[in-house]
């Protein structure tokens, strides 16, 4: 349908609708793990380039040298690996495939042994 074909009030009110509504926005990429960001930071620590870093954890050479601006040099994230309080991915998935077989809680603690 032509806007000429359409009567004036009618373009004025689609002109309306579109000026109140957000852009949409595209979520882009998700960031990778922090694992992933944990090896590139122990990689700069000893002494390699942003360069050389990123591309051996797997991200590109522009996300490495955005990662080292954006914190100034200095690792955001904590370079010891998380304690034994926290659950890995493989327990987490573990659980889920419990959960999905009704079992219980307790007996998915003894499974895991946790």
Request: hydrophobic residues 40%; proline residues 8%.
């Amino acid at each position: 349908m032509k806007t000429s074909d359409v009567p004036e009030g009618r373009r004025r009110q689609w002109r309306a609708d579109r000026a109140l509504r957000p852009a949409m926005r595209s979520p882009g990429r998700p960031d990778p793990s922090r694992v992933v960001q944990r090896q590139f930071w122990r990689l700069i620590a000893t002494g390699v380039t942003t360069v050389e870093a990123s591309l051996a954890v797997g991200v590109s050479w522009p996300v490495g040298a955005r990662w080292f601006r954006h914190a100034g040099g200095m690792p955001p994230i904590s370079l010891a690996e998380p304690t034994g309080r926290y659950l890995a991915f493989e327990e987490r998935e573990e659980i889920a495939i419990l959960r999905a077989m009704d079992k219980g809680v307790r007996e998915i603690a003894r499974a895991l042994a946790r």
